[in-house]
């Protein structure tokens, strides 16, 4: 990228940034308590237990982002939530601790893989893999009997599940 595209690029995040910054509000502490709250009892419903929250003390518009610490399974997972105060909608997204997602995605793809073999399929290329929660998600290029299929791959709790398109 030449000098001018940089100086683009770098206005263009200066002011996306300004636009951040101009949305932020303070959270009053009655709602970062019922978003800590709320993101409590995602977690509870998610399997989670020992759970600690801390909502920001700024959020964006009606948006609360609550940092949390919890235990599954004897393991520690770390994450964040988002409460939206208008909707009183709640999105969770935790991750194991101690676990670089290259691992844990070299392992989802090599289960995916595995899969689709057992079930006698050729797997001739896998998707980018991506993150969805606590799910690690791929699209696999399938053959069997010199026909092309697709497979949707979800890999959880060492687990694969795949379907076949």
Same mark, same amino acid.
């Given at each position: 990228?030449?000098?001018?595209?940089?100086?683009?690029?770098?206005?263009?995040?200066?002011?996306?940034?300004?636009?951040?910054?101009?949305?932020?509000?303070?959270?009053?502490?009655?709602?970062?308590? $019922? /978003?800590? *709250?709320? +993101? =409590?009892? #995602? &977690?509870?419903?998610? !399997?989670?237990?020992?759970?600690?929250?801390?909502?920001?003390?700024?959020?964006?518009?009606?948006?609360?982002?609550?940092?949390?610490?919890?235990?599954?399974?004897?393991?520690?997972?770390?994450?964040?939530?988002?409460?939206?105060?208008?909707?009183?909608?709640?999105?969770?997204?935790?991750?194991?601790?101690?676990?670089?997602?290259?691992?844990?995605?070299? $392992? /989802?793809? *090599?289960? +995916? =893989?595995? #899969? &689709?073999?057992?079930? !006698?399929?050729?797997?001739?290329?896998?998707?980018?893999?991506?993150?969805?929660?606590?799910?690690?998600?791929?699209?696999?290029?399938?053959?069997?009997?010199?026909?092309?299929?697709?497979?949707?791959?979800?890999?959880?709790?060492?687990?694969?599940?795949?379907?076949?398109?």
């Amino acid at each position: 990228m030449g000098s001018t595209g940089s100086r683009f690029l770098a206005l263009g995040v200066v002011a996306l940034s300004g636009l951040g910054l101009a949305a932020c509000t303070t959270v009053p502490p009655r709602a970062a308590d $019922r /978003a800590e *709250e709320e +993101c =409590r009892a #995602e &977690a509870r419903a998610e !399997g989670f237990r020992e759970i600690s929250a801390e909502a920001s003390s700024t959020g964006i518009g009606d948006t609360v982002l609550v940092n949390m610490n919890a235990r599954r399974d004897g393991q520690d997972y770390t994450g964040s939530c988002t409460y939206d105060r208008s909707t009183r909608r709640v999105r969770l997204s935790m991750s194991r601790v101690g676990e670089a997602d290259g691992e844990r995605f070299a $392992r /989802a793809r *090599e289960a +995916c =893989r595995e #899969e &689709a073999v057992d079930r !006698g399929y050729e797997v001739r290329g896998t998707s980018d893999v991506r993150r969805v929660g606590d799910t690690i998600r791929m699209t696999l290029d399938l053959r069997r009997r010199g026909r092309s299929y697709e497979g949707y791959c979800r890999y959880a709790d060492r687990r694969a599940d795949l379907e076949i398109r």
